[in-house]
């Protein structure tokens, strides 16, 4: 078996496929059984008609056992080889063309190719969940293709995820999962027409977790106690007391970007972005872990490879390659409070 993203995908459709209609799917084909035979076959629309072929496989109705399922797998394998010998040259009508077979071919030979591949197959996974969910309650339209995609399918979407507790940001990046084949296949030639999708409107909800004065003393506490986490406890003193980035923080050159009383979080040597790293001052809560502090402000250990102590390497190294230093000793005297604590 291939293990491309598209076959990737075809597995999580068939561990996401309903129960409520006993149904295993992947892609346009279906598992059904037939009892009178013993016998799970293998099922597809040809227009509205309903066509199988066995796969010679019994063992009871239910669950198909896994020969089946890899019978499913081989059969849609070979059905999107052989789709790719006979594509036509032009663009097809958006009702002939599916779902699942534009996503597979988008999904190999655009998303593959991406960076981070991973964001769009989740919410393909996402989207997936959504068709069994729908065809388990008979309201999706069979053959899934191009043209069933309405506003009535993509707002009943929008409702579902909604009722799953996804921010609007959430929902629209899946819709631009199904949005990304479509808009692919008019770039490549597959499509000569769309239908338009339409955009989630929304702001991401407002975290509500919050830390109280206390929880946050039970973290630097936890963290001053052990020596093996003391980088840990100057981190989070940063970082509550700038709230400065994390990469900003643990890139910190204290004889470089700590001066007169201000932290400068952009380096001498780097350039300002549209993030823009900010020059914050040091508040009172802060100053007595910073003071004396030299070099990389934030240092921990990590192990050395086994090569590395074959050599006769240390077991651990610090995170800029020098030897660990200590934080203040005042770290080791009692457990830290927050100002007015």
């Known amino acids: 078996m291939p ?40 099922c597809w629309l040809d227009g509205r008609t309903t066509r199988r ?49 534009l996503t597979a071919m988008w999904i190999e030979q655009h998303v593959a190719n991406l960076e981070a591949p991973e964001r769009y197959l ?32 993509i707002d009943a979407f ?13 929902v629209s990046r899946d819709i631009a999962a199904l949005r990304g084949p479509i808009n692919w296949g008019m770039k490549n030639n597959h499509l000569m027409a769309a239908p338009r999708i339409k955009e989630v409107k929304g702001r991401k909800k407002r975290k509500e977790l919050e830390w109280s004065p206390e929880q946050v003393a039970a973290i630097l506490d936890a963290a001053a106690a052990d020596e093996q986490r003391w980088h840990i406890h100057l981190f989070a003193m940063i970082n509550l007391s700038t709230h400065g980035r994390t990469e900003a923080i643990l890139e910190l050159d ?13 380096r001498p040597d780097e350039e300002q972005t549209r993030k823009r790293r900010a020059i914050v001052p040091i508040c009172p809560t802060l100053a007595p872990w910073l003071d004396g502090v030299t070099g990389k402000v934030i240092r921990y250990r990590t192990p050395t490879s086994a090569k590395t102590r074959a050599a006769g390497g240390g077991m651990v190294r610090a995170s ?6 200590r934080l203040p000793r005042r770290v080791a005297r009692g457990p830290c409070r927050p100002a007015g604590s």
């Open 3 to 42: 293990s491309s993203p598209a076959t990737r995908t075809g597995k999580r459709a068939k561990r996401g496929a309903a129960a409520a209609d006993t149904r295993f799917e992947l892609g346009p084909f279906w598992l059904w059984y037939r009892a009178d035979r013993d016998d799970w076959n293998i």
């Open 53 to 101: 072929t066995s796969t010679g496989i019994g063992g009871g109705g239910g669950t198909p056992p896994e020969d089946a399922k890899e019978s499913l797998a081989d059969h849609w394998t070979a059905w999107r080889a052989n789709a790719k010998t006979i594509q036509p040259v032009g663009p097809m009508a958006p009702g002939d063309v599916l779902i699942a077979e």
């Open 122 to 153: 989740d919410s393909v996974e996402v989207l997936e969940t959504f068709w069994t969910h729908m065809r388990a309650k008979r309201l999706l339209p069979e053959p899934l293709t191009v043209l069933s995609i309405t506003n009535g399918l």
């Open 158 to 170: 929008i409702a579902w995820r909604s009722a799953q507790g996804a921010s609007a940001p959430t």
């Open 254 to 266: 204290a004889d470089t970007q700590i001066r007169q009383g201000l932290i400068y979080f952009l």
């Open 320 to 325: 800029d390659g020098e030897h660990c230093e």
